[in-house]
């Protein structure tokens, strides 16, 4: 089992900036695994937004995030981290980690957080 726990969200003016983390802890050994970010906006599904691979030293991005968002790893701390800068309104969104593969598909992630809201004000 493993369980992934969210932090860092919360309400920021559009242009401004959040670091999202996401601690592991269980069994899993985490640097055997890939992180992913997804987000789902109210009315909307799910989506995909960042992926980082078990040593950080590949990462993908949605396009809509791609200059802005900024996904890393540190596996001493079992953390995955997603910076994000120059925040727009269309950023707002329940933000969730998820351990799995190294890919965009939501399918491929067996362990997701809880999440952790992100609102971006106009």
């Known amino acids: 089992q493993v369980q992934l726990v969210e932090s860092g969200g919360g309400l920021v003016q559009a242009g401004g900036s959040l670091r999202l983390s996401c601690a592991a802890s269980?069994?899993?050994?985490?640097?055997?695994?890939?992180m992913g970010w997804f987000r789902q906006a109210p009315g909307k599904e799910r989506e995909f937004v960042a992926t980082?691979?078990?040593?950080?030293?590949?990462?993908y991005y949605v396009d809509s995030v791609k200059g802005r968002f900024t996904i890393s790893r540190d596996n001493a701390k079992r953390t995955v981290y997603l910076q994000m800068n120059s925040l727009k309104p269309e950023d707002t969104a329940v933000y969730y980690c998820?351990?799995?593969?190294?890919?965009?598909?939501?399918?491929?992630?067996?362990?997701w957080g809880q999440g952790t809201q992100v609102t971006v004000s106009s």
């Open positions: 998820a351990q799995g593969r190294n890919t965009a598909a939501q399918g491929e992630y067996d362990y």
């Open positions: 269980g069994r899993r050994i985490f640097s055997s695994y890939a």
């Open positions: 980082i691979n078990w040593n950080g030293g590949s990462t």
